[in-house]
C-alpha cells in the first residue's frame, strides 16, 4: 500500500542552525510533493510545492529537494528562528484525482534560542 | 487569501448522537474534502467532493456522511456519534491537486 515516511522523532534545532527533515515514501508515483506548516490546534498551512521533474525548489529561508529514484524528499530550514517551531508535513499528489493526496504524519520541529 | 471556515473549534457530544460539521470557503472552489487527524496517524481522508452533490469515498467513511448542496459548503455527518470518532476533524478546499487550503479544525469529542 501507498506510505508516507517522516521523521518520528521530534527534532531539537538550535537556533541559526538548518533544520532538515525527511520524507520517504513507497508504492507512490507523485507528479507533486507538498510541505505544510501545522501549529497547535490549527490547520495544516501550505508552503512549498515541488515537481516530480524538479530537483530543488526554494522560498526565502526554505529549501524543498526531490529525489524521485531514493522515493526521498528533504525540507530545510536555514538560519531557524523559535518561530519555526511548529509540526511539518508532508503530502504527494498525483495529477489523476485531488482524491488521492495523501499525508505524512508529520515532524515536531524546536527550535530552541 | 482564501478562507475555509468551520463551524466549531470545540464539540463534546455523547455516544449517539447525531453530529453535524460544517465549512464553508470563499474562493469558488470545485474540490472540498474532510480529514480526520490522530496522533502517529497523520490525515485521513474521510470523503471528498469534486462538486456540488457529488462524493467520493476516502479512506475511512464507515460511520460518517457527507452532504454538498452549494459549492462553498460542504458538511459531514456522523449519523450515530461513537467514542471512536473523538478526533480533530479538519475540512480543506482546493482547485487542483497542488495545494490544499485548510480550516483551524474541530476537536470533536464523544463521550
Known amino acids: 500500500s501507498q506510505k508516507i515516511e517522516q521523521n518520528s522523532e521530534a527534532l531539537n534545532i538550535q537556533e541559526g542552525k538548518t533544520a532538515t527533515l525527511t520524507c520517504n515514501y513507497t508504492?507512490?508515483?507523485?507528479?507533486?510533493l507538498q510541505w505544510y506548516r501545522q501549529d497547535p490546534g490549527r490547520g495544516p498551512v501550505f508552503l512549498l510545492l515541488?515537481?516530480?521533474?524538479?530537483k530543488e525548489k526554494r522560498k526565502e529561508r526554505l529549501k524543498v529537494t526531490f529525489d524521485t529514484t531514493l522515493k526521498q524528499s528533504l525540507f530545510h530550514i536555514t538560519a531557524s528562528q523559535p518561530a519555526d517551531s511548529a509540526t511539518y508535513l508532508c503530502?504527494?499528489?498525483?495529477?489523476?484525482?485531488?482524491?488521492?493526496?495523501?499525508f505524512g504524519s508529520g515532524t515536531r520541529l524546536s527550535i530552541r534560542p | 487569501d482564501v478562507k475555509v471556515t468551520q463551524s466549531s473549534r470545540y464539540l463534546v457530544k455523547r455516544t449517539g448522537e447525531k453530529v453535524f460539521l460544517e465549512c464553508v470557503q470563499d474562493m469558488d472552489h470545485e474540490n472540498m474534502f474532510w480529514y480526520r487527524q490522530d496522533p502517529g496517524l497523520g490525515l485521513r481522508l474521510i470523503y471528498f467532493?469534486?462538486?456540488?452533490?457529488?462524493?467520493e469515498k476516502g479512506d475511512i467513511p464507515e460511520g460518517y456522511s457527507v452532504s454538498r448542496e452549494k459549492k462553498e459548503r460542504f458538511s459531514l455527518i456522523l449519523e450515530s456519534a461513537s467514542t471512536n470518532q473523538t478526533s480533530m476533524y479538519l475540512c480543506a478546499s482546493s482547485s487542483s491537486v497542488e495545494k490544499l487550503f485548510f480550516g483551524s479544525g474541530t476537536q470533536l469529542s464523544v463521550l
Open positions: 503530502a504527494l499528489s498525483s495529477v489523476s484525482s485531488a482524491s488521492k493526496i495523501i
Open positions: 515541488i515537481r516530480e521533474n524538479e
Open positions: 467532493s469534486y462538486d456540488v452533490k457529488m462524493k
Open positions: 508504492n507512490y508515483s507523485p507528479a507533486y
